[in-house]
């Protein structure tokens, strides 16, 4: 029996692709272009989703601020410095009390997502880049 795989392995001829090298390095830079794509437009779709509902938010927010009071105490702050200097603890208290927290919170939140998204989107594009001068150079 090995003697006669051993023939059959002599008759045949395995010829080797060459370009088989090639076209495994183009197919994977084919799937990471198309990951970084994917990424990129998830990127693109909470950043600006993130700006269109901060511009609600800060709407929002300042007509929180002007229904908390928060207007009268900053106007106070600059008319009258007198009392600012002589009852500043106070004054602290109650201009930090006046604040619309969760307004500010869901605004500052929006703000972090936008520019958490722009930084990730911009590095998929500087990836896109890098990936297409890859896509020239051959694999040894």
Known sequence: MNKELA?????TCYMANEDLPLVVWKRIIKQKKHALK???GIFSFLGTTSLVGFIFM???LLSDLS???????LSMAFSNKDILVT???E???SITESLPMASTL???TLIFIFFLCLRYAMKQIIKGQLTSSFLQARPV
């Open 7 to 11: 023939k059959a392995f002599k008759k």
């Open 38 to 40: 994917v990424k990129l």
């Open 58 to 60: 800060f709407k929002t």
């Open 67 to 73: 229904q908390s009071g928060f207007y009268q105490y």
């Open 87 to 89: 009852y500043w603890k």
């Open 91 to 93: 004054f602290a208290f």
């Open 106 to 108: 869901y605004s500052l």
